[in-house]
């Protein structure tokens, strides 16, 4: 859950020409572009920046653009928080946020609302890409926000457990219960479990609930967002879900876990394989006594039913609120956010996936970060949460039918078949 100027003057320009390439200073009404006008201070909307990474980022706009200084406000760490407050301040139609950084999921919504204006297209280069993240982008195939970072789920694995086990990563969740069986055998894996993800009633549910599923070969909602969530491959998914659960394969506390339980846990040696997003890598590597495992993993893809699974696509996007003064900053602020060599930087700082293809063949990255070859695989065969316009709704249904199963209150079946119907009422015009 991861360039330095807007691409009107990114080509060929070093880090010291920076500020020349910048739109200037003042408080004018220049139109920015597609209705954006008006020039200050403007504010950015985010989750806490707990590596400090974006306020160094964000920095560097400031000290060149000191008429035009970006505020940056921190909201919760939690995802439904933000949302929650970012939806209030839209339907007050307050100035307060200029700029939202959105949950990529959260942009279908924002956009069919009205609460993030249409960006022209003209500012942002869509080449360079990739086509998953502008996909996440876009609503009604018009671009409403502009994809800064992206995300994708990985399987995390313990090397030297499965050397010495003779095995090979595996593809299929067959082949994992099987490695597995093997590992836990080994007396260095005295009280060890086998695998989590993220299974707590939150968004992280929704989002490994829906990997179950497309790695079945069912869907959650279909491409113009009908429930199609009641189909035998779904119900493969979430029956091989919660009969790991049942037996074992998946420790009973994995129930409380979210993405830094189960990193925590993965740290301590306590899991052989954890379904976790890039940024644990550089923590799980940490040689600061904080890790049990640095130097004893790597990643794989996500395994499915009868080969490689499917990855739920994670990400944010940055987006205009429909509500905002000074627009015309707002838009070339967004566009020096994301311009690939700042995306670069902000993958050396604080791990954060980019968007732009180009950086996942950098030579350079891929030795610092191995793992990048796996995460663009996953990334571009990832399939996003259901794109629907109530979609706060939608999270609540499926995280506590997955929820409810996981526990045994409901058979899967059952399960499905009342998600089904709450999710037609849901996206019901």
């Keep these: 859950m991861r360039h330095w100027l807007f691409r009107a003057c990114a080509a060929g320009v070093t880090a010291m020409s920076l500020t020349a390439c910048g739109t200037g200073s003042g408080t004018t009404d220049t139109d920015g572009g597609g209705g954006f006008t008006g020039r200050g201070p403007i504010t950015l909307a985010t989750g806490k920046d707990n590596s400090g990474t974006l306020t160094r980022i964000v920095g560097r706009w400031n000290s060149s653009h000191p008429d035009e200084k970006v505020r940056v406000i921190e909201l919760s760490d939690s995802p439904d928080e933000q949302r929650r407050r970012m939806i209030q301040n839209a339907e007050l139609k307050s100035p307060e946020f200029s700029v939202l950084n959105l949950d990529l999921v959260w942009t279908a919504e924002f956009a069919g609302h009205r609460w993030i204006d249409e960006l022209p297209k003209a500012k942002f280069d869509s080449d360079t890409y990739l086509a998953p993240t502008l996909a996440g982008a876009s ?14 789920g990985m399987l995390y694995f313990r090397t030297d457990l499965l050397e010495k086990a003779k ?78 659960y049942r037996s074992g394969l998946i420790p009973k506390k994995a129930i409380t876990f979210k993405e830094e339980e189960g990193r925590q846990a993965f740290q301590k040696g306590e899991l052989v394989f954890h379904r976790q997003w890039p940024y644990q890598w550089s923590l799980a590597n940490a040689e600061d006594g904080s890790s049990k495992v ?3 993993f790597a990643v794989a893809p996500l395994p499915g039913l009868d080969g490689p699974g499917v990855s739920s696509l994670g990400g944010h996007n940055l987006a205009v609120s429909s509500f905002a003064r000074n627009k015309a900053t707002a838009l070339d602020f967004v566009a ?12 050396l ?31 571009l065969s990832a399939v996003p949460r259901p794109r629907v316009v109530r979609y706060g709704d939608a999270t609540a249904a499926i995280q506590d039918a997955a929820y409810r199963a996981l526990k045994g209150e409901v058979p899967p079946k059952e399960s499905l078949a009342q998600l089904q119907k709450k999710l037609e009422r849901i996206t019901r015009p």
Excluded: H
């Design 336 to 347: 020096f956010m994301t311009d690939e060599r700042l995306q670069r930087e902000n993958l």
């Design 349 to 379: 700082l604080g791990s954060n996936a980019p968007t732009a293809a180009a950086l996942y063949e950098d030579a350079e990255l891929i030795a610092k970060y191995p793992y990048l070859p796996v995460l663009k695989k996953s990334i």
């Design 139 to 152: 609503y009604r195939g018009r671009l409403y926000a502009a994809p800064w970072t992206s995300d994708g």
């Design 294 to 296: 640095a130097g004893k």
């Design 167 to 244: 095995a090979e990563p595996p593809t299929t969740w067959s082949q994992l219960e099987a490695t597995c069986k093997k590992v836990l055998a080994l007396p260095e894996a005295e009280g060890m479990s086998c695998y989590s993800g993220q299974f707590e009633k939150y968004e992280g549910l929704t989002v490994n609930f829906a990997e179950m599923v497309e790695s079945a070969g069912g869907s959650v909602v279909d491409g113009k967002g009908a429930p199609t969530v009641d189909s035998p491959e779904a119900l493969k998914g979430l029956e091989f879900l919660t009969g790991a």
